[in-house]
């Protein structure tokens, strides 16, 4: 059987031939108003552990939509284990669906002092990477954690991962040669991540707390000033493009 | 004299020491206005030609706002020679202002076949260039053209700039692979460009014109699915990275 998908959708339940996965309600609107399917249409299923299946929409009752699974079409990749770990922005949606593009595995909202953003609505930002990661080709979703204060997740910080803190002050080394450098060290395949400021940047309290962390590297990103969610989609697409999966 | 300017604009006038230059109508109502100036406030302003230099905000009569010109802040800097070449997308003041801020020197929108916008309003991206370029601190604005049709603007290619094209049929080498054979050549401080499609992507025959293209590269960034945007943004950030004045 040969699968002509024209949406890819992410499903939590376990994925193998014949299974009938039942529609979320978000899921059944859009085949049945947006897309119009009609039943026996192709659709691509990924839960982010059993690759990516072909299915056939069915319409069991009036409200529930069916997806009767058939042939897996492609195997379950890994993601390269870079996150990003930012202060919420105003454009932090924005922020989540690139970055969700370029590939993180996990998404971690912080709180640092000129944070001005008081709040972080999870459900929503939630939405949005599961879209970006089904128009993306992703074979998973981004995992995406409660904003916390700052402090608090460094303190938390997990053993053997790499953190990488674009340092607006100048005070980094240019993210060619650090990547090069961790390219070198056979670093490569570590875990790391990338740590974002707010728009106003960090405080000194929180570069110099950074700065005496055995496992934190500042990265420069140039002569210009780039905004915050520049910045993190420009360190993740050259982490990616040398020391990720564009390699 | 030493300025502390929380304002950043770009004038057409030429820059030197005792100069009186005549802020624009926006610029005379975003500083009375917006930013509140009295009489004295320092401003930085740049030109493209002349570096950054300190003034100071005179209100010579009720609608009028002039910049006294005193100290050069900053010489001018030569802005690395990387177009982006690239078809209307939706979110087309987005990919300018991101864009501008990565270091473009000239921006040229072309319709391709599957470019579903018909009309660029260039004097509204023109204004965004310019916002982006005060903000990121840049000492000149892209040069930014009006939109032409793509083979027209193929067939007027200037000679020695090389075109690299954002293949996302995946028939181009990772662009690390590109950019160190760049490396490798001393091409670096070469002209180049970077061609991206609409949502679409290239059809068949604009793909087919590319390849025959002596001076053109494809490029392909990795696995995924990157929106017409985002694509731009990651080459535009590795170029920057490893060939431009990030390094």
Redesign the interface.
Known sequence: MTYTPRTRLFVEASLAAGAAVEASEGQAHYLSHVMRAKAGEDVALFNGRDGEWGAKVAFPSKRRVQLDVGEKLREQ?VTPDVWLVFAPVKRIE?LVE?AT???VRALHPVFTRRTTIGRVNLARLSAHCMEASE????LSVPELSDARPFFDFLAAWPQGRRLYFLDETGGGA???QVLAKANADADVKSPCAFLTGPEGGFDQSELDALRRLPFATPV????????AE?AA???L??W???C????
């Open positions: 990749t924005f690139k593009e370029l590939g128009q993306s080709d992703r240019p993210i060619a420069g990103l140039g002569p210009r000033i780039l905004r520049t989609l420009a360190a697409a050259c990616q493009a040398f990720g999966d564009w390699v």
